[in-house]
């Protein structure tokens, strides 16, 4: 895919009203750019997370979704602002957020014993003190539809990229965490009311254009100084079909690194897949009372370290 | 749809560890009822709120959703237990809950400036006030899928209607007021894992049972002494259209009432229409500064009260 053709994707997918409300966002990530430049941030992620929803009409009513919570994106914009780095978080809106998870993933009870006692437990303490300290370093960005989520990941994309001058000397990282869907309805084919049929209801889905490798021309063509680093995410259920498919996306998608995850046990253990050296991947495995993204967020941080002391790859 | 059909479309469509799994609902149920015909509550609700979910998968990645947030549900409920009644409310996991849907629905900064505050603004203080003095009146019984929401309304229905002889003298009401999927794939049709293809994907739903008419059964046929009415919902997005199927529901299903509800209002305004007097319906519209769902509640219990005093139905 080209991004010619990704913008007649958009324009052909997308309703104008939609269109216009989004490019709003320019201008707040280049207001935020600026901001987060002048602080004392060591770098700037962007992090994109949840499930992609594909509407089944036009007035939607019905939606084909994916099964993600936003958990991994969250844990990373966590780990990354303790670490003085700045966020922007692309997020389906049904995604768990950074910071307010803790009390959102509450049972009622205890929700709001938290919410009415003086002294809050250590667990609220803490998240509340880190998003106190560290709220001007973190921009939410919701999105709904598959086709709202890739318009906005290149707008973002492009305006920290070649947008924002404020940010060529800032290290950077794309994490593409979110759970894309694979399909969608093309708008032209969708139907305008809610679907009736007294017979069931077949649905013919159109495959979702990929466009990793247009993002990452984008990324990776920044007039930049400094070390930017673009990651993607691959997802299966089997251990051998996981480490073709992430050597594959590694060349197919041009990234730096392909974050491996089994579904089984992606919270405890991924695979990371450098571009450089594709053939010692990194083993993490979540050390007890600790999270694996922290253990993600450190390893990508020393490559970058590593990349600017000269140490790194050649 | 008879109820030997439903058990056969359960007993083809639910895992077994499914079945399993929610049969301790009954229990559950019938100590809750216990506790409330020993307490003072006026009588007892049987809410459902929230979308119905329908996997595409056996082990599901994917599903098809509907656009509901359960906040009717969750209205209804907070209106009746503030009338001395007790609740039990059946939502999606993705459904509004009553009570912490104030501050679930409040950003991210308000969210902590709340929790944090030593005094909590009067919205929050009088939500948690209200929690804190019924919460033992209110009992949540989640469900993610379209058929595990059938077998568990059904479940319950059973229980309080035919199982508790302690509730044979306290008026209930059955709010039917999920949005429930019309279509689902049946589970030998299922792909067991993630559906895959290079060429878009073609999807079959069958058309899911309707088993209002079944519930409307149970409910109708138990033996009791007091007030027992059926309430459903409809959603239309046409006037004629609403009040054309409105009026069929009355009869299909066997409701004592059904509430109209038109997409681009259904905060704002309601017609109710009465099995006995369909001709002349209701209409209620939202007061300012007050709810749709508190003027439901009031006319329902309006209902039972003049049924209990001989002065209502012939």
Known sequence: MHNDDLSRFFSENM???????????????????????????????????????????????????????????????????????????????????????????????????ELMAPEKSSAVASIVGTYSKYKTRLLLVPYRTVVDYLYLLRLITVAVCHRAECLRTMPMVLLAAAAVSDYFIPRTLLSEHKISSNDGMTVHFSCVPKVLNVLSDIWHTADCDVSRLFVTFKLETHDEMLETKALKNLTLYNCDLVVANKLQEYKERVVMYWRDTPGSPTVLQRPPNGSIESLIVDCILRRIECDATGGGRS
Do not use: Y
């Open 15 to 113: 309703a104008v009203d939609g269109e216009l409300s989004f490019q709003q966002w320019e201008g707040k990530v280049l207001d935020f750019a600026q901001r987060v430049s002048r602080g004392n941030c060591k770098g700037l992620a962007l992090v994109s997370s949840g499930g992609t929803s594909v509407p089944l009409e036009m007035n939607a009513v019905r939606f084909v979704t994916n099964f993600s919570t936003g958990s991994r994106g969250a844990g990373l914009v966590e780990d990354l602002v303790v670490r003085e780095w700045a966020c922007i978080l692309l997020h389906s809106e049904s995604a768990q957020l950074p910071f307010r998870r803790v009390m959102d993933n509450m049972d009622t009870e205890r929700f709001f014993t």
